[in-house]
């Protein structure tokens, strides 16, 4: 018989959701909505789908900005697309809010039309969806008031969910681990576009060995499988504790906004770990987080304050595996290059920077001297030079070149050009031009003209007439010019066209 695997859906625990106040009930009555603290998905986090009905639908005025921490169907189109309000009763999908972005899903008519809500948010104690349709005035008719829909995450949603709730309970686990080990409270988080790195700030930088320290005591509560709940009761704002702030006056969290009029307070409990009022999803369970701390601080200047604070960034879940995933390609591809395992690849990197190193340094050196002797043998022949009755000497050198600075290898020449000229006692003025080896109509050519003491006039008017004839552009001062030519540089064409510009100097 061949073997067999049975996998249950997860499911979440009945002990998952406390209502913990004997006069907190759920609304049952469907044309009215539940409110936001208690919702199918603050309820039930693993639930992808529910049953329910639409307690109101109207016009969108104001398509919803976009929450700009989506992983997957973003809501950017959002503002060009025709959108319909939508208020359901009861929801698995979760309006933004506590730092967690917004679900994305769809909801099915009872006239069995799938349309897709682009974003959901709170509207004082409710959840607004952000419904896409194509004419508002006739597909509105889809929502009427009363009637059944399904509300769903989808594979998409769900997948986008359960990375925001990894992110999400995995913080309140890192949160509560610095307060108990290092007594750092947590000022903010924030949960990250995907597949980037969350982060927590903190009011000063923390140490490798402190980093260390706290993941491995997140880690120990992660393997031991920590069960997380939630509890609920009524709001009272007059019993709330204000928000803390440091010594420095920063506030340590945020508050509950002003304008939620859902009349819920909840809070979320790992077990033995943790206490913290927040609306988001969280994982019924901190089995799987394996929370992985990048093992250094970012400091964050505040102006304001003229003191700074520090971002401890953070990897869980499915975050984790494709950090893990990047990260091993990244080093592969640095191995292969190099042609070693990954595990030698940061000696080799040191070994070939050094190389490198001392190879630039050699071609320096060698350049120098090679300079110096093109010099000499161009000052050679300009002494043994037999134009008649010329008072300056000239010559056109052209080199080929693939040196990312090739005037400056001209420049070289023409610096020992004029010491070795000297002796030979003649004025001069030479044209030093380079190419690239491969060429083409953007190759770009280097000139250079460089003449002996007092060739100022002559220098200049090379320059120019170069600029007319081959359509270099360029300047100098001196005895020096130089310039660049766009294009294909042709010896017999434009090479011919220096020699000739140059018999005309001194004659
Ligand atoms: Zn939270």
């Not at 639930?47 to 016009?59: A, D, E, F, G, P």
């Not at 809500?117 to 409710?126: I, T």
């Not at 003209?449 to 081959?470: F, M, N, Q, Y």
Request: with cysteine.
């Amino acid at each position: 018989m061949a073997a067999s695997a049975l996998l249950l859906a997860p499911v979440t625990p009945p002990t998952y959701h406390r209502i913990v106040s004997p006069t907190l009930t759920l609304p049952t009555g469907t044309a009215q909505a539940i409110p936001v603290g208690l919702l199918a998905c603050q309820r039930d986090p693993l639930l992808r789908q529910l049953s329910t009905n639409i307690v109101s639908c109207t016009v969108s005025q104001s398509a919803p900005p976009p929450s700009g921490k989506n992983k997957k169907g973003s809501s950017n189109a959002a503002a060009k697309v025709p959108t319909l309000e939508v208020i359901l009763h009861d929801t698995v999908l979760f309006p933004e809010g506590g730092g967690q972005p917004s679900d994305v899903g769809h909801i099915t008519t009872a006239d069995d039309k799938t349309w897709s809500v682009l974003q959901v948010k709170r509207s004082g104690g409710h959840a607004v969806h952000y419904v896409a349709v194509k004419d508002t005035a006739k597909d509105i008719d889809s929502f009427l008031p009363g009637s059944h829909v399904k509300v769903e995450l989808g594979d998409d949603g769900y997948e986008r969910r359960y990375d925001h709730m990894t992110m999400h309970t995995s913080q309140h686990l890192l949160s509560a681990v610095l307060e108990t080990k290092l007594n750092l409270p947590t000022l903010s988080w924030s949960l990250t576009t995907y597949p980037q790195p969350c982060y927590v700030e903190l009011p000063r930088p923390v140490t490798v060995e402190e980093i260390f320290a706290v993941q491995n005591e997140a880690n120990k509560l992660v393997f031991e499988g920590r069960s997380v709940h939630v509890e609920v009761e009524e709001l009272d704002r007059a019993q709330l504790p204000g928000v803390q702030t440091t010594e420095t006056g920063r506030a340590v969290g945020k508050a509950l906004p002003e304008d939620y009029t859902g009349g819920v307070k909840r809070v979320v409990v790992i077990h033995g770990v943790d206490r913290n009022p927040c609306c988001g999803t969280h994982l019924p369970s901190l089995h799987n987080l394996q929370l992985f701390l990048l093992p250094q601080t970012e400091s964050v200047a505040r102006a304001a304050s003229s003191t700074s604070t520090a971002r401890l960034y953070f990897f869980a879940g499915p975050r984790l595996l494709a950090h893990l995933g990047a990260s091993h390609a990244q080093i592969t591809s640095i191995a292969n290059t190099l042609s070693c395992g990954a595990p030698q690849a940061p000696a080799r990197v040191v070994q070939v920077t050094d190389e490198r190193r001392r190879a630039e340094k050699r071609a320096e050196d060698v350049e120098i001297e090679l300079a110096r002797l093109l010099a000499k043998q161009i000052a050679h022949e300009l002494a043994a030079s037999s134009e008649e009755g010329k008072e300056v000497v000239t010559k056109h050198v052209h080199r080929t070149d693939d040196a990312s600075n090739a005037l400056g290898f001209l420049n070289s020449i023409a610096f020992s050009l004029v010491d070795a000229a000297v002796s030979a006692g003649k004025r001069f003025v030479v044209v030093l031009s380079s190419s690239p080896s491969a060429i083409s109509s953007t190759s770009v050519n280097t000139l250079l003209i460089a003449g002996s003491e007092g060739t100022d006039a002559h220098v200049k008017a090379v320059g120019e007439a170069l600029k007319a004839r081959v359509g270099v552009k360029g300047g100098g001062k001196g005895t020096r010019w130089s310039g660049k030519m766009v294009g294909v540089w042709n010896e017999r064409k434009e090479g011919a066209a220096v020699e000739e510009v140059l018999r005309g100097v001194g004659a």
